[in-house]
């Protein structure tokens, strides 16, 4: 699997772009795609068709890409990935087929609450228009002007229920996701999040700011099996903070452009946020792929 071409079009929704992509044929061509339980890839920054591609293709597949650096600067390609030629873009990686399922998980531990979880009233696309309490939005400016991080970037997490949003951002699990809030007022409506897919009524959100704090790896259990640690930088949040794990089996990677993930047995016919592969850019957010032993 080294690249994707165009091909048919995807559901519609009122934020996604109507096109999609041919995968190769060697994934093309797998005559089981349920047994496909892992897609370890390398990626350009245009990661949304290629991961919707394939998790409509293998739906069971736990899936993990790293977004890579752009490399101009060291050999004048826009990006450099190695597969069995060198590409300038695209996608490259790999395909694993086992009888058990790998352990993906994704935390924000580079991110602190803002607000209050509160429920969301109605949404269109990827805006929230409403959500039940408005008034406990405005302690959002006050908490991004005490953060003491230097950056005035605000993020939301957004959650299937209740119960997965007041999960800690650290140990959240697969019905939550965070996204970099890109515009609109927090108090007055209208909030604008950084995603192509849809935002479900009657879910859950919370506004986030950057932490003060430095970014904690997360503690790895011992006697496993190969461990991928996959993390987000930013120009305060250095590749230092996801290399404390240097030991045997455990493999790290972070880029400023992030990673995307999937968890198997999504619904990747639908167009919902929690239907389809997320790319996650938030700062200090880590992805945790292990692998049995």
Known sequence: MDHCRQ????????????SSVRLPPELADISDPLNVRLLLLASDRETRQTADAL??????ASILGLVGAATPFFNARPYTLF?????????????FSDSTMPSLTVAH?????????????RAKGN????????????????????????DNRVY?????????????????GPMSAVFRVTGGDPAKGGVAVDTLSDIPHDCFIQFLVPSSVPVATPELGSGGGPTVLFGVTTSTIGDSAFSGQEQRGVHSAATEGGFVYAYPDIDSSGTDLFSRPTECAVPGSIATLSLPA
Do not use: K, Y
């Not at 607000?115 to 969301?120: A, D, E, M």
């Open 156 to 172: 939301a997490r957004i959650s299937r229920t209740e119960e997965a949003a007041r999960e800690p951002l650290t140990r959240p």
């Open 109 to 121: 531990p580079g991110m602190v609450a803002a607000t209050p979880v509160l429920r969301i009233v």
């Open 55 to 60: 998790a409509q293709r293998f739906p069971r």
């Open 83 to 95: 597969g069995p030629t060198i590409r300038n873009s695209g996608c490259v990686g790999l395909a």
């Open 127 to 150: 805006v929230v228009l409403d959500v039940e309490d408005a008034r406990a939005a405005h302690t959002l400016i006050a908490a991004m002007r005490s953060s003491g991080s230097g």
């Open 7 to 18: 091909a048919s079009v995807l559901p519609l929704s009122a934020t996604q772009a109507t």
